[in-house]
């Protein structure tokens, strides 16, 4: 792989970055909690907005509240890049963001090159990829490709109630609007989506590489638990008079470690729980709970959850308890197309990995030819505060990016 890395990109690199750096601190959780439309997001929107013009690209905002920066002409066969700029709660610098910036450097890199696109070129930033605020993940790029309801989208709530119709409007987006976006989709011809390594396959696959190309992403889904028993004092409840919506929950969570030992390749965690009405000394009344579980085949995917959900039933009964199960969201395995593969790891000659990540290029892998690249992440932390790659490796990242770039716009 060709590196240019000289002192003059590094500091492009390092001060787009910097600016990035104060906003949405989480200074409780640690990381960055930037969601779907709050303050920090529409912050970096703004940002997103201004380098782009910066660069004279042409700004807009569709239906779904996506960015789009076109270079040149709108039209079909376009090549887009871009990822997303919210976070999880208290998440990492990279997951998103390194995505953006390097999408935006490599537009430099190409003009330096003096590459000019022969078709149509955008840079995309999507609405709530993370599902951080609102529960469903890749929120934006489901939309626009129709993978959901848009009635069910806008009914969708925060931890504070509010809609995402509402949250749409107090920014200045029609909730009507939104919704399957066909003539958009038909105009994508590839997508490409740089992101940070997330775990430590490209190591273990090449402990020298900077750059990954992605394979598959898993089948993987959320889904939430709730577990209804009888508030009560802490004190003086005697454990026979005890209907502890805990305990089942508590099930869930070991339930969901057997799984993993016991299925090769499966993942299942529970990340959020959440008793009603969460006192010291009161027995909930109800404990919400979300699982995440993820495996290459959704039948395994579906049975580990089966087997969670009866773990927790059995427990419930025993507590007398009652339970509900809702899927909220849930995607198929996803293998990026094999030809733009083959094309870009000849390119690149950079390993080849799956992911255990869901993306919007795993949405869009459905209509157009997608694919991902990642940047080295030495330990392999994200969603978390951790979560670290070096300056100089996020520069080969925009290199590699912009080598294919070059090459999917002639
Ligand atoms: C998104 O990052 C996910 O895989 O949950
Ligand atoms: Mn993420
Ligand atoms: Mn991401």
Not at 11 to 20: E, P
Request: glycine share 12%; proline share 5%.
């Amino acid at each position: 792989m060709r590196f240019s890395s000289s002192p003059a990109d590094g500091s492009r690199f390092t001060s787009a970055w910097a600016d990035l750096a104060g906003v949405g601190r989480d200074h409780l959780r640690g990381g960055y909690s930037r969601h779907a439309f709050d303050d920090a997001e529409m912050q970096l929107r703004e940002w997103f907005v201004e380098q782009a013009q910066r660069r004279s690209l042409d700004v807009e905002r569709d239906r779904n509240g996506n960015l789009w920066a076109w270079w040149g002409e709108q039209g079909t066969g376009a090549v887009v890049t871009g990822s997303h700029l919210d976070s999880v709660p208290g998440g990492g610098a990279f997951d998103g963001p390194l995505g953006v910036v390097s999408a935006l450097l490599a537009v430099d890199e190409l003009r330096l090159r003096g590459v000019t696109p022969a078709r149509p070129f955008a840079i995309a930033c999507f609405t709530e990829e993370e599902g951080g605020r609102f529960g469903l993940p890749c929120m934006g790029s489901r939309l626009l490709t129709g993978a959901v309801d848009a009635d069910q989208v806008r009914r969708l709530h925060d931890s504070d109630g509010v809609s995402v119709a509402e949250a749409a409007r107090r920014v200045g987006i029609d909730p009507a609007g939104m919704g399957a976006d066909p003539a958009r989709l038909a105009s994508i011809g590839t997508f490409v989506e740089l992101h940070v390594e997330q775990g430590r396959l490209l190591q273990a696959a090449d402990p020298t590489a900077v750059v990954g190309l992605g394979s598959e992403i898993v089948a993987h889904g959320r889904w939430r638990i709730t577990v209804t028993g009888q508030g009560n004092h802490a004190g003086t409840t005697a454990p026979a008079d005890r209907k502890d919506p805990m305990i089942p929950a508590a099930a869930a969570v070991l339930a969901a470690r057997r799984a993993i030992v016991e299925h090769e390749g499966a993942v299942a965690t529970v990340g959020r729980i959440t008793p009603t009405p969460g006192g010291t000394n009161v027995i909930a009344s109800a404990v919400a709970l979300w699982l995440d579980v993820r495996h290459p085949s959704p039948t395994v995917t579906a049975g580990i959850v089966d087997a969670i959900a009866s773990a927790v039933r059995d427990e419930a009964e025993m507590e007398g308890c009652t339970v509900m199960v809702q899927r909220e969201s849930m995607v198929d395995r996803v293998v990026f197309d094999p030809g733009l593969g083959l094309q870009l790891s000849e390119l690149l000659t950079a390993p080849v990995i799956p992911t255990g990540a869901g993306h919007d290029a795993g949405v869009f892998a459905a209509h157009v030819p997608s694919a991902m690249l990642f940047v080295r992440n030495p330990s392999g932390v994200s969603h978390a505060p951790e979560e670290y790659a070096d300056a100089a490796d996020c520069l080969v990242g925009v290199e590699a990016l912009a080598d294919v770039l070059a090459t999917l716009v002639r």
